[in-house]
């Protein structure tokens, strides 16, 4: 098993920028990548950035390209979200997620049911 627990959410001004961080532990070995998924009130979870942890290959959500990126610390067992350039849109409970090797679903086809495992999540508010 695999827990994640993420931090650094909070309330920042529209074009502002936040930092999240999700940190790894139990089976940290196991862990094939990490995805950070978020959900607005009303609406479906969805894809926002993931990182491999063999080599670092990332992907990214078409809403955040060029925005956020996702960044890996292996000594931390810590995945960031570098949030820049923030609008109100990007509201919303942020969590990450991870999948063990053999567990490539997730990587090819970023959905929430392709994850196995789950952090608590971390609210972000931007204010207009």
């Known amino acids: 098993q695999v827990q994640l627990v993420e931090s650094g959410g909070g309330l920042v001004q529209a074009g502002g920028s936040l930092r999240l961080s999700c940190v790894a532990s139990?089976?940290?070995?196991?862990?094939?990548?990490t995805g950070w998924f978020r959900q607005a009130p009303g609406k479906e979870r969805e894809f926002v950035a993931a990182?491999?942890?063999?080599?670092?290959?990332?992907n990214y959500g078409d809403s955040v390209s060029g925005r956020f990126f996702i960044s890996r610390d292996s000594a931390k067992n810590t995945v960031y979200l570098q949030m820049k350039r923030l609008s109100p849109e990007d509201t919303g409970v942020y969590y990450c997620?991870?999948?063990?090797?053999?567990?490539?679903?997730?990587?090819?086809?970023?959905?929430?049911?392709?994850?196995?495992?789950w952090g608590q999540g971390t609210q972000v508010t931007v204010s207009s």
């Open positions: 997620a991870s999948n063990p090797y053999g567990s490539s679903e997730g990587w090819t086809n970023p959905t929430p049911g392709n994850y196995a495992y």
């Open positions: 139990g089976r940290t070995f196991n862990i094939y990548y």
């Open positions: 990182i491999s942890w063999s080599n670092d290959n990332t």
